[in-house]
């Protein structure tokens, strides 16, 4: 099974842009693995924030945008607010199969 | 409003099996694959499967396939996971999600304890 790699922890100013990225151990990220983005806060549910590498939910802060950079998947967050301190975990779609990465501890400091 | 009301905590001896339930409202049952995953304390997501309410078709992580049962009872609109042979490390939270372009969405979440 393929194993899905985050950061595990990144800092970011209030107002700043920090880039989150989520790689593959078989190989580059691409369209074709669907990419999700999901944010967690303490003690509650994973909320969507992302599908198919770059489009946005209707609840989706335009702050946060995806794309594909350098073979990952890349989660940016441009202005971050210190409501944005949170986890973020990245999905990968691996045919009949979906990994979660490990997920990235987001403080912003 | 799409919801997905997941059953309440269980606590499970070692060797046991346990059964969540997952039942969505606000959307037509059949027209959407539910995903499942999980949270061990402290720890990540874990992907562990998916089922198709409409045709009953599944899929099941690689580690977890040989424990781990989906199913979905249309007449109750309920999708349903049953995890066998629980040890500690099974002691998580686990989730239903219905993931899609159109909205994704996840239940709160179902604590399950395995302890003696």
């Known amino acids: 099974q393929a194993v899905v790699t985050q950061e595990p922890s990144l800092t970011v100013s209030p107002g700043g842009t920090v880039t989150l990225t989520c790689a593959c151990s078989?190989?580059?990220?691409?369209?074709?693995?669907?990419p999700y983005w999901f944010q967690q806060r303490p003690g509650q549910a994973p909320r969507a924030l992302i599908y198919?590498?770059?489009n946005r939910y209707a609840w989706t802060p335009a702050r946060f945008s995806g794309s594909l950079l350098g073979g990952k998947a890349a989660l940016i967050l441009s202005g971050a607010q210190p409501d944005d301190e949170a986890e973020y975990y990245c999905?990968?779609?691996?045919?009949?199969?979906?990994?979660f990465g490990g997920g990235t501890k987001l403080a912003v400091l | 409003q799409v919801q997905l009301v997941q059953s309440g905590a269980e606590v499970k001896k070692p060797g046991a099996s346990v059964r969540v339930s997952c039942k969505p409202s606000?959307?037509?049952?059949?027209?959407?694959?539910m995903q499942w995953a999980r949270q061990a304390p402290g720890q990540g997501l874990e992907w562990l499967g998916w089922?198709?309410?409409?045709?009953?078709?599944?899929r099941y992580s690689q580690k977890l396939q040989d424990r781990v049962t989906l199913t979905g009872d249309t007449s109750a609109g309920t999708v349903y996971m049953d995890l066998s042979s629980l040890t500690s490390e099974d002691t998580a939270i686990y989730y239903c999600?219905?993931?899609?372009?159109?909205?994704?969405?996840w239940g709160r979440g179902t604590l399950v304890v395995v302890s003696s």
């Open positions: 999600a219905r993931l899609h372009p159109t909205g994704s969405y």
């Open positions: 606000g959307y037509t049952f059949t027209a959407y694959t």
């Open positions: 198919d590498t770059n």
């Open positions: 089922i198709n309410p409409a045709s009953g078709n599944t």
């Open positions: 078989t190989g580059p990220v691409t369209s074709g693995r669907y």
């Open positions: 999905l990968l779609n691996y045919g009949v199969a979906w990994v």
